[in-house]
């Protein structure tokens, strides 16, 4: 079966480390986004990516990074963690013209 | 901009009691509406959507009406199960075919046997 898959499940990482979070879609989506859960704020998005080579910013995009070199994957890299970014990432995708998301099972970053 | 509001949670309530969790949204057009759930330690799953006004979307007996005079999108069950607990976002779909979703921030449910 498709599906979309995070790595790691859960990381603990010290400030200014670069950390990055790998995001895996068999579906052959076009459409990939991140979205950062904090309580009291839903689902924020970050980084999003309509194909191959394009990435657009979000509504909190400050301090992160996205770069998609195939269709599967959208990689997101926090280039010097900061404490502010202790969060619960998801990772979503779209088919081409659709608007319904498919989530992953998200990634538990906690930065010390 | 566009935004979504949830009514604040947690919402406690025993098996079988009647579910309504209230979504009111503001937006340019006429956007797309859907519900999702979030298990504990999941990623978020559609539970279900409307695309145009009077629209009523349903779901593992869950269901929401798309109220274009009220702007309203407001998520009901008759008989909630243990099951049910989770939390809930409203969410919808950004008028510039962005593919974009806005999502309200979420109502916990705890359903209690």
């Known amino acids: 079966d498709a599906e979309i898959t995070q790595s790691p499940r859960h990381k603990i990482t010290e400030t200014g480390r670069q950390v990055t979070l790998a995001c895996h879609q068999t579906?052959?989506?076009?459409?990939m986004f991140w979205y950062r859960q904090d309580l009291g704020h839903g689902l924020r998005l970050i980084h999003y990516?309509?194909?191959?080579?394009?990435?657009n910013k979000g509504e909190v995009s400050d301090g992160y990074s996205v770069s998609r070199s195939n269709t599967e994957d959208l990689p997101l890299t926090l280039e010097s963690a900061a404490s502010s970014q202790t969060s619960v990432y998801f990772c979503a995708s779209s088919g081409q013209n659709q608007e319904t998301q498919y989530f992953g099972p998200g990634t538990r970053l906690l930065v010390l | 901009g566009d935004s979504v509001t949830q009514m604040e949670g947690p919402v406690t309530l025993s098996e079988e009691a009647f579910l309504t969790i209230n979504c009111t949204y503001t937006a340019t057009g006429y956007p797309s509406l859907f519900w999702y759930v979030q298990y504990p330690g999941e990623g978020l799953q559609l539970l279900l959507k409307a695309t145009k006004a009077d629209d009523k979307g349903s779901n593992k007996g869950f269901e929401a009406t798309y109220r274009k005079e009220t702007t309203s999108f407001h998520l009901e069950k008759g008989s909630v199960q243990v099951s049910d607990s989770a939390v809930y976002f409203c969410?919808?779909?950004?008028?510039?075919?962005?593919?974009?979703?806005?999502f309200g921030s979420g109502t916990r449910l705890l359903v209690r046997p």
């Open positions: 969410a919808l779909s950004e008028m510039d075919s962005s593919y974009k979703l806005i």
């Open positions: 990516s309509y194909g191959v080579q394009d990435t």
């Open positions: 579906w052959n989506h076009n459409n």
